[in-house]
């Protein structure tokens, strides 16, 4: 069982920078993959960025790609995002998620979810 927390998540305005953080219980972490996804109000959820076990292997959605950075510190249980330039449309609720699998993924079924972070852009 993991058990994920998200913090992170406010509000700023466009072209700004937020970092998401997701902090995950127990002492498997290593051996999972992590996502982060979004969805915006009345829009489905959407995938963001992945990172395997050893932080090596990203994949991000073109949205994303050269604005976001995904990673991970073993050592403490967490994954992190760090979003740059942000825009309007990256407003939305932010969740982790972790998936018993060394690859990361767009499309896998992922086994647990965080509870979401808000991240608000004004513009």
């Known amino acids: 069982q993991v058990h994920l927390v998200e913090s992170g998540g406010g509000l700023v305005q466009a072209g700004g920078s937020l970092r998401l953080s997701c902090v995950a219980s127990?002492?498997?972490?290593?051996?999972?993959?992590m996502g982060w996804f979004r969805q915006a109000p009345g829009k489905e959820r959407e995938f963001v960025a992945a990172i395997g076990w050893s932080a090596t292997s990203t994949y991000y959605a073109d949205s994303v790609k050269g604005r976001f950075t995904i990673s991970r510190d073993n050592a403490k249980n967490t994954v992190y995002l760090q979003m740059n330039s942000l825009k309007p449309e990256d407003m939305a609720v932010y969740y982790c998620a972790a998936r018993k699998s060394s690859i990361p993924s767009a499309t896998a079924r992922y086994d647990y979810w965080g509870q979401g972070t808000q991240v608000t852009v004004s513009s």
């Open positions: 127990g002492r498997t972490f290593s051996i999972y993959s």
